[in-house]
């Protein structure tokens, strides 16, 4: 069952476990390389919201940015400073940030915002702590992923992917690798309108996919659209 944080408690040792030494497939094959493409025209400091057992921390401060991980979960802050002890991690939620407004050139939310409950006031806080010209960087799921499923289809053929409800906010329980967590669906306008109704400017928006086709593997996420990464601006403008 899920449980104390919507069972990342629960579920710590199996995501570390899930993470190795490298990353899991997805972040490896799919989403580094599109989350690093956007982390290099920047420099200065970050905040990861969300950073779990610290592998996205560690790869920002090898390209020279330095901050802070922060997550709710004790022993995930704990696996991150064992990885890497002259490292900034600290217990937090995404809802209510304990920095100053302004405070980072990058606020990072790597395949997290679907675990936050109040998306909205994550937004919020990610604008309010990051500096004027600064950005957000979001990896998440993709909205029309988060609505369906894969079923066998009744004619006997193939998988297909269904989707259902997909404008209605929700949470659904997930379950892989000993890992089971809650995971929140939002259509991607109520993403959209949140970061838009903060006054940022979208810099980029981009639907991976895995870059080698004949992958078995890949076939799930180039059928259907898997993941999103958006990069926002904070706009110097809104400093007045
Ligand atoms: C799918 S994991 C991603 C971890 C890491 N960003 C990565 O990519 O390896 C989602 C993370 O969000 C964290 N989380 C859950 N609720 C949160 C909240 N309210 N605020 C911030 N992080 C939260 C979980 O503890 C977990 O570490």
């Known amino acids: 069952m899920t449980g104390e944080i919507n069972g990342w408690t629960d579920s710590a040792e199996a995501w570390i476990a899930s993470i190795g030494e490298t990353g899991d497939w997805t972040r490896k094959t799919?989403?580094?390389?599109a989350m690093l493409e956007r982390v290099n025209g920047h420099s200065g400091t970050f905040l990861d919201i969300g950073c779990g057992e610290g592998r996205f921390v560690r790869m920002l401060q090898?390209?020279?940015l330095h901050g802070v991980g922060i997550d709710p979960v004790e022993r995930l802050i704990e696996a991150a400073k064992q990885h890497d002890p002259k490292g900034d991690y600290r217990i937090g939620v995404g809802e209510q940030l304990a920095f100053e407004d302004d405070s980072f050139?990058?606020?990072?939310?790597?395949l997290s915002l679907i675990d936050i409950e109040d998306f909205?006031?994550?937004i919020r806080e990610m604008t309010r702590v990051t500096?004027?010209?600064?950005?957000?960087l979001v990896a998440n799921l993709a909205s029309h992923f988060t609505a369906g499923k894969w079923e066998r289809s009744a004619d006997g053929g193939g998988k297909r992917f269904e989707i259902d409800n997909y404008h209605e906010?929700?949470?659904?329980r997930e379950q892989w690798l000993g890992i089971d967590v809650l995971n929140w669906h939002r259509p991607l306008s109520a993403y959209f309108s949140?970061?838009?109704?903060?006054g940022l400017i979208l810099k980029h928006f981009s639907e991976p996919?895995?870059?080698d086709q004949s992958d078995p593997k890949s076939d799930r996420y180039t059928r259907v659209p898997g993941f999103v990464v958006m990069e926002w601006e904070k706009p110097q403008e809104m400093k007045a």
């Open 169 to 172: 906010e929700g949470a659904s």
């Open 30 to 33: 799919v989403l580094d390389a």
């Open 194 to 198: 949140e970061f838009l109704d903060n």
């Open 62 to 64: 090898d390209r020279g």
């Open 209 to 211: 996919v895995p870059p």
């Open 105 to 110: 050139d990058l606020t990072v939310s790597y």
């Open 120 to 122: 909205r006031a994550a």
């Open 131 to 136: 500096k004027f010209g600064g950005s957000i």
